[in-house]
């Protein structure tokens, strides 16, 4: 597999959707670089993978099945 390829990504419809639900409106296009600058700063992306192996390679027993 390609060492570059992206796994998961969040796109600016998205957001959006998000901002309707949360807002009952679109964000202006400051506040979405807003949310572009600090979005990385909310996840613990290298404990989400641990998680994954965790659950669905170490020990895929205890996986949930999709």
Not at 35 to 47: L, R, T, Y
């Amino acid at each position: 597999m390609r060492k570059n390829k992206i796994i998961y990504s969040i796109n600016i419809e998205d957001v959006q959707n998000v901002a309707q639900q949360e807002l009952g409106r679109d964000l202006t296009d400051k506040e979405l670089k807003i949310v572009e600058d600090k979005i990385g700063d909310q996840f613990d992306w290298f404990e989400g993978i641990v998680s994954v192996i965790e659950m669905h390679i170490k020990h895929p027993e205890h996986a949930q099945s999709n």
